[in-house]
């Protein structure tokens, strides 16, 4: 029986830990390790925090709609910013396309936001055209509302560093006795 373990051991040292694709070859976790987007990525998605903050504030409904739409266009860039490739030949570089069409060839997952989103551009444009009435209050706050939960999926997608609670200050952890 001795020997049966000895040359077990034999074979673990000769194959070494088990390599990592994102770690150092001693981590020998299974499961990847999660990286945040690129800073051009996380400064997108700051300028459409910053975005949907102003367009909850403004006056009128065309502006708040035309920010918070500006708003989810740069959150659907970090989106291309992170994942996005070029195209691979000169012919399909030289269409251009919204980033409403590309979005869902390089994040399936993204596709229904992306069609809500493209159906609201005409309004976008006639709301920063200054057409009246081009969009309702009622229609600003759905895409205000829309926008913001777009965001938060996009910067859980990307970013992927869950922040955990903090501990508030007043709260005593029990110690669970040992003996």
Not at 3 to 29: I, K, Q, Y
Not at 80 to 101: C, D, F, M, N, Y
Not at 121 to 136: C, D, N, V
Request: hydrophobic share 45%.
């Amino acid at each position: 029986m001795a020997s049966s373990n000895a040359a077990a051991a034999r074979r673990r040292r000769a194959t070494g830990p088990a390599p990592s694709l994102n770690g150092p070859a001693s981590d020998v976790h299974p499961v990847l390790r999660r990286t945040t987007a690129p800073p051009a990525a996380l400064d997108l998605l700051a300028q459409a925090r910053a975005g949907l903050d102003e367009a909850a504030v403004l006056e009128t409904p065309n502006e708040q709609y035309a920010t918070a739409h500006l708003a989810a266009l740069r959150t659907a860039a970090a989106v291309l910013a992170a994942r996005g490739r070029p195209e691979p030949t000169a012919r399909r570089r030289a269409k251009i396309r919204s980033a409403w069409e590309v979005l869902p060839e390089i994040a399936p997952e993204l596709a229904e936001w992306s069609a809500l989103f493209a159906a609201g551009a005409t309004r976008r444009a006639r709301a920063e055209a200054g057409i009246r009435g081009a969009a309702s209050s009622r229609d600003a706050d759905d895409l205000i509302r829309d926008v913001a939960m777009f965001l938060r999926l996009v910067e859980r997608m990307l970013v992927l560093q869950p922040v955990l609670p903090q501990p508030r200050p007043d709260e005593e952890r029990e110690v669970p006795d040992a003996g």
